[in-house]
């Protein structure tokens, strides 16, 4: 499917053919608007990568303060990385998942049905963002609350005043931090989940993904300009990248699936984080009864299968 034709606007157009049907007086419309239903989802069953990628970025999606509020209660923010700023594209803070303490810490790229996500910087996080998940990170440890965290990110905020800060440096020692954490993680990829941006909170005992979330260590459009010097190509760079939650899922790197209705989490975000609650409830009380030395060993098997050891 070209960018041209984006699965999106097909399923709205669907959408309100469907609502069109029903509103046809005198006449018995049931078996036309279940073929419409029926031809949304055979449509929707086969969309391509890009067109999941295009979801994952889509304005209507639930983001992070819509699974805070419909997953969790009693949250308190917590501002500030204790050493320059308080980074708005990050948020975190103490919680409840029922009546377990946990802290939640996640990018955020907009405020809940809002479109301020130039306010957020469309949640690419600067150095003070992950040294404020870093500090929040260690408080899980400190209080043995399991740690959950929520990926939403194209990737880190790519300014060069965050470059001179050691942008690179803090994505490396979040992810070292999450590493050796003596505390269950949860990783929770909820949309586009690109480059060392996401790596700084993407690494944990369990992973969680919606079905159209995309995780890559680079975004399509920018593979496509490296290999042929221009964004053209990005659908064929989104195919190579295979990094869809259906993909991921799959080949044993994401341990949860997150279905989405048809035509993408937007069309129904309640039932989404509903979905993607039960998923964390469930994670929770598998890792609770997991020794948390134990967890460490496990973290520092898939790194060295991951890392190739020298010599």
Known sequence: MRSKDRFDEIDNALKELQKSIT????VDTHELARKVSTFREEIYAGISRWSSIELARHPGRP????????IFHDFTELHGDRLGEDDTAVKGGLAFLDDVPVVVVGHKKRSSGSK??????YGMASPSGHHKAMRLMKLAEKFGRPLITFVD?????PVPETEYRGQAFSIARCISTLASLKTPVIVCIIGEAGSGGALAFGFGDRIVMLE??????????AFSSILYGNASNKEQAADALKGSGRDLTR?????HLVKEPVGGAQNNPAAVVEATGKVLRQCVSELLEIDREELVQRRAAVIERLVPSKG
Request: glycine share 10%.
């Open 212 to 221: 159209n979330a995309f995780y890559s260590a680079i975004s399509p459009e």
């Open 23 to 26: 509103r046809i007086e005198g």
């Open 153 to 157: 990110t194209p990737g880190a905020y």
């Open 63 to 70: 983001v992070l303060d819509d699974y805070l509020s419909g």
């Open 116 to 121: 301020d996500h130039a306010r957020y910087r």
């Open 251 to 255: 080949e044993g790197i994401a341990d």
